[in-house]
């Protein structure tokens, strides 16, 4: 028996506490069946299949502003902020990321509102550092995923232990499946230090408890405020950075924002509450503005725009060539997407400066105010938190062999090769095609593109400008894509959030489709970096090639161990699952 196929009937063997087929975020969505074969005809028809999907998110907000458990979410926050304790989001992948947004557009409010409010007036309640984001390997992870951290448990639980979560705190630990081990960690640790702890995911209750152990335990134990978000199935099969997350960061926003709102109500004089032009919103009318929103990014001009950027960028790549987006208070937002398309369709993630030999990313992003190190405590409103975890630490945590071997370096100087700052980056410009994408959201765009023209026009074959928010004129020598929507006064700047993650969801998703990396609405060029993606891989094989699990769990790590040597060649990775699909005689559908 080969090393592969012993590796495969391991996974068969001791791992079927990760089989997920059951979970409803991983079924096929009936909207999207034709998802791939529509956008190869009718490319606007094929977004509209995408945005129908999104248009099942504001029912499902709707139930869920109505439930006590909600109500209980606000009042916790408002109970923390009263008396000074730590409110920490806990997260993996999309989730971990939604985290890290989450603390960083609460800092950029505080921050903002200590420039123009004196600081006497604010010396007794500053909260900027009431909110914690604990991410699964650390902010590096924004950029790649940590391979094994999701699966344990014990990682969790350490990493938010070392974060300093303690009595009276509130630990809101995300899940999109309700079945990462990692949150499920952070959860069980918060609960045992004293903190009052809420389960956030978005399959249904009574599924999770049939079919996952790890997900009844934690849903069975009384102490723990349990919140549903479901949805139904994603647009794209498993892929929950799309309407999972999505309605995560409409309820989770809207819970924080209102109790921010009740706390500077009590403190403020009224001129101030006045001259801050906030407004203290029902919760319906969090989904009443969020249908809104949905209604202007689905006009038919919208769709045309959406359509025109999705060729636009599928023109760069079919040539070979690179897009670097350009923005500044989005940045966040815009590495979010762009970093989540590597493991969802396995592009090449983003490279450090000091690697020469793996294939450069499609898709990369820069300001172009600051260099790097400054960028990213701008773009996380504080200074990075990389992990510094020794040899000792995993084996304390019972990691993997191979972690406590060679543990991965994850600290902030490693953060910083990323250079995502202003430097120059020729390796961006020097292919057979570039583009220039300067991406505006509600802000300065004259002073965003001059300054953008300055420091990185020369070089790029094409320039293209997304503006998303109110409607304005503007003269562009280059390609426009203009989003006209409006962005409501929000302390958090939710709008201008749900807004890019709408916008660029479907961009990225629909140019993949595209680019022949989904069959139908199946994801087949995935990164199995983890056992629920090994799950999700071998299903998709299972279903396409019309064979059994365990035959298409055997063919999937054979093809993963041809891969892994491919990769050490600093060419293009192919996707062992497409490349298990081509070995089993499966052709892709034209």
Request: proline share 6%.
């Amino acid at each position: 028996m080969t090393s592969a196929q012993e590796r495969a009937q391991q996974f068969l063997n001791q791992e079927k506490a990760f089989r997920l087929g059951a979970l409803l975020t991983e079924a096929s969505h009936p909207k999207t069946q034709q998802l791939s074969q529509t956008a190869q005809q009718d490319l606007p028809a094929a977004i509209r299949m995408l945005q129908s999907v999104d248009a099942e998110i504001p029912p499902a907000a709707h139930n869920v502003f109505q439930q006590e458990s909600f109500k209980h979410l606000v009042k916790a926050f408002l109970t923390a902020l009263e008396s000074g304790r730590k409110i920490y989001f806990t997260g993996c992948g999309a989730t971990g990321r939604l985290s890290i947004l989450l603390e960083a557009a609460w800092r950029n409010f505080w921050q903002g509102f200590k420039q123009t409010t004196p600081k006497q007036d604010t010396k007794n309640f500053d909260r900027e550092d009431c909110v914690f984001s604990v991410m699964a390997g650390g902010d590096y992870a924004l950029i790649k995923s940590v391979e094994g951290f999701e699966d344990f448990t014990n990682f969790g639980r350490y990493q938010i232990q070392q974060a300093g979560v303690n009595r009276d705190d509130v630990v809101v630990a995300v899940t999109e499946g309700g079945e990462t081990s990692f949150v499920i960690g952070t959860a069980w640790q918060g609960l045992e230090s004293g903190a009052q702890v809420f389960f956030v995911y978005n399959n249904p209750t009574d599924l999770l408890c049939k079919h996952v152990q790890r997900s009844r335990e934690i849903i069975k134990e009384p102490r723990i405020v349990k919140i549903d978000l479901t949805t139904g199935p994603m647009a794209i099969t498993g892929s929950t950075r799309m309407q999972a997350t999505t309605i995560e960061l409409l309820v989770i926003a809207a819970a924080l924002e209102t109790a921010l709102l009740q706390f500077l109500q009590n403190r403020l004089s009224f001129a101030r509450w006045e001259q801050l032009k906030f407004c203290l919103r029902p919760a319906q009318e969090y989904h009443q503005l969020f249908q809104q929103l949905l209604d202007e990014l689905t006009t038919d001009t919208s769709i045309k725009t959406l359509a025109r950027l999705t060729q636009f960028e599928e023109t760069i790549y079919r040539n070979s060539g690179l897009v670097t987006y350009l923005t500044d208070a989005f940045l966040l937002d815009v590495l979010t997407d762009t970093t989540e398309r590597s493991p969802t369709f396995m592009l090449p993630p983003f490279r450090k400066n000091d690697d020469n030999i793996s294939p450069r990313p499609w898709a990369f992003v820069k300001d172009p105010f600051r260099p790097t190190p400054v960028a990213w405590s701008n773009l996380l409103r504080r200074p990075p938190r990389g992990l510094t975890w020794k040899q000792d630490v995993y084996k304390k945590l019972g990691a993997p062999g191979a972690l406590q071997q060679q543990p991965p370096q994850l600290d902030n100087e490693e953060i910083y090769k990323f250079q995502i700052g202003s430097e120059p980056d020729p390796t961006r410009t020097d292919t057979p095609d570039s583009a220039l994408v300067i991406i505006s959201v509600g802000e300065d765009t004259s002073k965003l593109i001059q300054v953008g023209r300055e420091k990185f026009l020369t070089g790029f074959n094409k320039t293209a400008l997304v503006t998303i928010g109110p409607d304005t004129t503007l003269s562009f020598d280059g390609e426009l894509f203009s989003f006209p929507c409006d962005l409501p006064a929000s302390p958090l700047r939710l709008w201008h959030h749900l807004a890019v993650k709408l916008i660029l969801n479907t961009i990225s998703t629909a140019t993949m489709v595209l680019m022949d990396r989904v069959i139908g609405n199946t994801m087949v060029w995935l990164s199995p970096s983890n056992k629920k993606l090994i799950d999700r891989g071998t299903r998709l094989i299972a279903l396409h090639a019309g064979c059994s699990y365990e035959q298409a769990c055997i063919m999937l790590h054979k093809t993963l161990e041809e891969v892994q040597q491919h990769a050490q060649t600093g060419e293009d990775v192919p996707s062992p699952v497409a490349q298990a699909l081509k070995r089993l005689g499966y052709q892709h559908p034209k």
